[in-house]
């Protein structure tokens, strides 16, 4: 089994910055690629971030420059620090990390999401 973990989202004015984590944790023999994905309400989810085992990252248009995704391989943790928050980046936020297991299987794994709410 492997669950996935994320948190840090919430309330922030525009302008803001916040900075969410996701920590996937279980019977995992290598992590491969991390992102990031969001679902505003009324929207199909949509691509956010990635970044590869190799620390390659690619980001959506609509975030370039403004978010960055890291990732702490010992800590089998994805971070995305979100700066100049914007109302549009309002969504709840999913990672979704490629994880081979210790059965040798592999599959993309989905956090809970976190909302992040960006309001005056």
């Known amino acids: 089994q492997v669950q996935l973990v994320e948190s840090g989202g919430g309330l922030v004015q525009p302008g803001g910055s916040l900075r969410l984590s996701c920590v996937a944790s279980?019977?995992?023999?290598?992590?491969?690629?991390m992102g990031w994905y969001r679902q505003a309400p009324g929207k199909q989810r949509e691509f956010v971030a990635i970044?590869?085992?190799?620390?390659?990252?690619n980001y959506a248009a609509s975030v370039k420059g403004r978010f960055t995704i890291s990732r702490d391989n010992a800590k089998n943790t994805v971070y995305l620090q979100m700066n100049s928050l914007k109302p549009e980046d309002t969504a709840v936020y999913y990672c979704?990390?490629?994880?081979?297991?210790?059965?040798?299987?592999?599959?993309?794994?989905w956090g809970q999401g976190t909302q992040v709410t960006v309001s005056s």
């Open positions: 970044i590869t085992s190799g620390s390659s990252t």
């Open positions: 979704n990390v490629i994880i081979t297991t210790t059965r040798r299987e592999s599959r993309n794994y």
């Open positions: 279980g019977s995992i023999l290598a992590i491969n690629a």
